[in-house]
T-cell receptor
Framework: NAGVTQTPKFQVLKTGQSMTLQCAQD?????MSWYRQDPGMGLRLIHYSVGAGITDQGEVPNGYNVSRSTTEDFPLRLLSAAPSQTSVYFC?????????????FGPGTRLTVL | GQNIDQPTEMTATEGAIVQINCTYQTSGFNGLFWYQQHAGEAPTFLSYNVLDGLEEKGRFSSFLSRSKGYSYLLLKELQMKDSASYLC?????????????FGTGTQLKVEL
């Protein structure tokens, strides 16, 4: 199993550009989520999904869209990039059957918005 | 909402024991996770507590007191490779398994 994969690893955007961060998992996990990590702020939840076709907002959803058309994929779209979205983005997944199952994190995407 | 506090930095000596504390205030509680994160890498799972008491896993142990809103991670026989950030995260009662609230992390430095 590849686990949780994210592409790209690094990305530089100009203000106003749009892009999609890809996340895929091959563990048949129901739950998937996106976090961003900024210095001194910890990991903050952007959006999450409890199954295909179901998504909801986390703590910092503004400026981001998600969709979950399949169990495997959970892309994160930046609609119009802003410098405040410069961050490291982590995708995570976990099975839905046990409360104790920890989210597994992908390797991250390091995004810089100029 | 959730509020989680951890010390920002700690320093310890190789071979010693270190305790990293985490306090939380939450409107709902469904367990507490500890993660390790090396610089430039993803967080990796260390432990999970949902009931009061101590969970031991090799050199790592984690303790939870729900009545006090308190947890700690205990690392024994410290090694240089344990230098990393340690993240405390609380799971709420809504949003399924991935809706965690994280503390800002404790940067542990292990010295010779």
């Amino acid at each position: 199993n590849a686990g949780v994969t994210q592409t790209p690893k690094f990305q530089v955007l100009k203000t106003g550009q749009s892009m999609t961060l890809q996340c895929a998992q091959d563990m048949n996990h129901e739950y998937m989520s996106w976090y961003r990590q900024d210095p001194g702020m910890g990991l903050r939840l952007i959006h999450y999904s409890v199954g295909a076709g179901i998504t909801d907002q986390g703590e910092v959803p503004n400026g981001y869209n998600v969709s979950r058309s399949t169990t495997e994929d959970f892309p994160l779209r930046l609609l119009s990039a802003a410098p405040s979205q410069t961050s490291v983005y982590f995708c995570a997944s976990s099975p839905g059957t046990r409360l104790s199952s920890p989210p597994f994190f992908g390797p991250g995407t390091r995004l810089t918005v100029l | 909402g959730q509020n989680i506090d951890q010390p920002t930095e700690m320093t310890a000596t190789e071979g010693a024991i270190v305790q990293i504390n985490c306090t939380y205030q939450t409107s709902g509680f469904n367990g507490l996770f500890w993660y390790q994160q090396h610089a430039g890498e993803a967080p990796t799972f260390l432990s999970y507590n949902v009931l009061d008491g101590l969970e031991e896993k090799g050199r790592f142990s984690s303790f939870l007191s729900r009545s006090k809103g308190y947890s700690y991670l205990l690392l024994k026989e410290l090694q240089m490779k344990d230098s990393a950030s340690y993240l405390c995260a609380v799971k709420g009662v809504t949003g399924g398994g991935n809706k965690l609230t994280f503390g800002t992390g404790t940067q542990l430095k292990v010295e010779l």
